[in-house]
């Protein structure tokens, strides 16, 4: 596993806030969708809600990686050496997990 903890910002620092506030409506309507199970809501009710939280959380995701992109791999790139192969590589199966999920 690599080290994710850096003496730097990250690219996403700017936009914490929005993230955070986003991560927290994700998190609201997971606890919305454990209730329509209990209540025994409509399946197509439920799998409606379950797309939701998958797009939302798929939208966060890109989020992060294009700031990953901009900030932390052309950074690295510009810098060159180990460090960019690396950033280089870590966006790479970012980007694949994201496709497969």
Partial sequence: MTDTTHEHHHGYIHRKDDYLRRLRRIEGQARGLQRMVEEEKYCIDI????S???KALQSVGLGLLEE???HC????AS??????QLKLKEASDAIARLVRS
């Fill in 52 to 54: 939701a939280i998958t």
């Fill in 73 to 76: 791999v052309a950074d690295a």
């Fill in 47 to 50: 799998l409606t809600q379950i």
């Fill in 68 to 70: 990953h992109l901009g």
């Fill in 79 to 84: 810098t060159g050496g180990s460090d960019a």
